[in-house]
T-cell receptor, first 113, second 115 residues
Framework: GQQVMQIPQYQHVQEGEDFTTYCNSS?????IQWYKQRPGGHPVFLIQ???SGEVKKQKRLTFQFGEAKKNSSLHITATQTTDVGTYFC?????????????WGLGTSLAVNP | DSGVTQTPKHLITATGQRVTLRCSPR?????VYWYQQSLDQGLQFLIQ???????AKGNILERFSAQQFPDLHSELNLSSLELGDSALYFC??????????????FGEGSRLTVL
């Protein structure tokens, strides 16, 4: 079936280190979205990528969408304790009239001060 | 504040019981989605409603049902509860009409504990 694999599942870093999470889809995606869920919180939308090879930046966060629109990454430069949480990717798959949003299992980021 | 309201925030009940979770979407959003998140698990899509009609179904058990009312609020009914149903249930709404195309706005969730 259609899947979005997200790695790593967990990542512990020292404050100031960089962090990257990757999403890989078995199917070409119409778009990919990234969400952040703080501990005890709810998912919050970060960004949506639509175009092949698209790169978007939000301060210390860099999001990329692969050329084949099957993979994506989120890179955080110089992590801070406020970056703690679980980062989810969600890929939109078009199947005729049926659109499905397929979620990765998330990468939990812990930042040691 | 996402603008999506979910009640109750916490619910403790016993096996075999039935509960109803309620969601009010953001003003103007026609689509409502229900997700289940178990401990250390990702988001499992349950069901989507658009303007009162079921639009898409995910991994929703037959013991679960949902509906969206004319005022666009939605309810998720969970019956014959089992211990494994203990989870965080999120409602989300979408700004787009018709099929899903953009970001989801999540409520704060309803935490269900089945004892």
């Amino acid at each position: 079936g259609q899947q979005v694999m997200q790695i790593p599942q967990y990542q512990h870093v020292q404050e100031g280190e960089d962090f990257t999470t990757y999403c890989n889809s078995s199917t070409t995606l119409s778009n990919i979205q990234w969400y952040k869920q703080r501990p005890g919180g709810h998912p919050v939308f970060l960004i949506q990528l639509v175009k092949s090879g698209e790169v978007k930046k939000q301060k210390r966060l860099t999001f990329q969408f692969g050329e084949a629109k099957k993979n994506s990454s989120l890179h955080i430069t110089a992590t801070q304790t406020t970056d703690v949480g679980t980062y989810f990717c969600a890929g939109l798959i078009n199947a005729g009239n049926n659109r499905k949003l397929i979620w990765g299992l998330g990468t939990s980021l812990a930042v040691n001060p | 504040d996402s603008g999506v309201t979910q009640t109750p925030k916490h619910l403790i009940t016993a096996t075999g019981q039935r509960v109803t979770l309620r969601c009010s979407p953001r003003s103007g959003d026609l689509s409502v989605y229900w997700y289940q998140q178990s401990l250390d698990q990702g988001l499992q899509f349950l069901i989507q409603y658009y303007n009162g009609e079921e639009r898409a179904k995910g991994n929703i058990l037959e013991r679960f049902s949902a509906q969206q009312f004319p005022d666009l609020h939605s309810e998720l009914n969970l019956s014959s509860l089992e211990l494994g149903d203990s989870a965080l249930y999120f409602c989300a709404s979408s700004v787009r009409s018709g099929g899903y195309t953009g970001e989801l706005f999540f409520g704060e969730g309803s935490r269900l504990t089945v004892l």
